[in-house]
Nanobody, 126 residues
Framework: QVQLAQSGGGSVQAGGSLRLSCSQS????????MAWFRQAPGKEREGVAA????????YYADSVKGRFTISQDFDRNTIYLQLNSLKPEDSGMYFC???????????????????WGQGTQVTVSS
């Protein structure tokens, strides 16, 4: 089982930036598809970005392309999500997730991830 611990997040004005971190520990640390999801009140959890094992590929939701960047630090067993040019609609609880698969075109499905971080709030004001 992979354990995930998140940090970062907070409140910013529209156009601002934040960085989220997710440290992982446990079995097969570098063989998981790692992803960030977000959930706004009353809405379903949606995939924001993912990075495949060994960081060979990255994936983004259309709504965040060009503004968010997912990256991985193998030495620290940590993934990051850099959020730039934030919009009020980016507000929500952000979760990192780990799944024992290679990402691919099913990375958006939350059912593929067995381990989840505790969540961190991002609030963007207009």
């Amino acid at each position: 089982q992979v354990q995930l611990a998140q940090s970062g997040g907070g409140s910013v004005q529209a156009g601002g930036s934040l960085r989220l971190s997710c440290s992982q520990s446990g079995w097969m640390e570098n063989r998981n598809c790692m992803a960030w999801f977000r959930q706004a009140p009353g809405k379903e959890r949606e995939g924001v970005a993912a990075i495949s094992p060994q960081a060979r590929s990255v994936y983004y939701a259309d709504s965040v392309k060009g503004r968010f960047t997912i990256s991985q630090d193998f030495d620290r067993n940590t993934i990051y999500l850099q959020l730039n040019s934030l919009k009020p609609e980016d507000s929500g609880m952000y979760f990192c997730a780990a799944g024992k698969f290679s990402c691919g075109n099913v990375w958006r499905s939350a059912y593929n991830y067995a381990s989840w971080g505790q969540g961190t709030q991002v609030t963007v004001s207009s």
